[in-house]
């Protein structure tokens, strides 16, 4: 006996008819539930906002992207009891506003621009106001992706997202050059400017920075965000070694920004 899968032409949810694309069926409801929460639960997942999970989403009554950056401390702990997790999860927003543009890009699920359309776009453009068509062409971008990334663009990212708390900038592509400055980085601390090391560390390399975990007699320079004085600053101070408080500027001093 054979079975027989009915494909559905409507959005459970909403009623609103599906596209497919791909294999994939899409809801093109910007108002739908269902869709909307998966939404904002893939955008938590994307920039690794820690303590943002579906049950949390649902108590803290998150429909769109948006109302995450609308957030307190003190909403959140009225609505999740405890003033320990509303002060992790605030920082952890915190700390998303400072993802680039290849991280951002897919967290808004976008149909088929996933992590590697993002990067290959990136590789072309350094801020997303220089998002157009040619450069998509010249990113290698296919004609539906880049249909699907400048709709959002001209639609989404005008009328909603521009708002939100990010640069919308590209930390690395090729018109960077990669060039050897003879400057030694080590990091201390946790950092304000990147999510993690690991990404602080690529694109400091990128720069042609040098990049250590330890604070060794070749290292030029010591990365300190935190403000927290630790055992490698109070060694970096009494070498004579340049502490930096904003890693960001440093990079743009070699990138001309500054």
Not at 67 to 92: C, F, P, Q, V
Not at 109 to 128: E, V
Not at 198 to 225: Q, S
């Amino acid at each position: 006996m054979k079975l027989t899968i009915e494909i559905p032409d409507v959005c459970p949810s909403c009623g609103t008819s599906l596209e497919l694309i791909k294999d994939q069926l899409f809801c093109n409801n910007t108002s739908c539930p269902a869709k909307n929460s998966k939404i904002v639960e893939g955008f938590a997942k994307t920039l690794r906002i820690k303590g943002l999970g579906p049950k949390t989403i649902e108590k803290l009554d998150l429909e769109y992207i948006e109302d995450i950056y609308m957030l307190t401390e003190e909403r959140i702990k009225t609505k999740l009891g405890s003033e320990k997790i509303a002060s992790k999860l605030i920082n952890e927003i915190e700390l998303s506003k400072n993802a680039n543009l290849q991280e951002l890009l897919p967290a808004f699920a976008i149909p088929l621009f996933g992590s590697t359309a993002s990067q290959k776009l990136c590789n072309t453009i350094s801020h997303i106001e220089e998002l157009t068509e040619k450069r998509c062409s010249e990113a290698g971008l296919g004609p539906k992706v880049t249909t699907n990334i400048c709709s959002w663009y001209k639609t989404e990212y005008e009328n909603r997202y521009k708002r939100l708390p990010f640069t919308w900038k590209a930390d690395i592509f090729e018109g960077v050059p990669i060039v050897d400055i003879n400057e030694v980085v080590c990091i201390t601390g946790r950092l304000k400017s990147y999510r993690t090391k690991a990404d602080a560390k690529k694109v400091l390399e990128n720069y042609g920075y040098k990049v250590k975990d330890t604070l060794t007699k070749d290292v030029t320079i010591l990365v300190n965000e935190s403000g927290i004085e630790s055992s490698k600053t109070k060694s970096a101070e009494s070498k004579g070694i340049r502490i930096v408080t904003n890693l960001t500027q440093l990079i743009g001093e070699k990138n001309g920004s500054t």
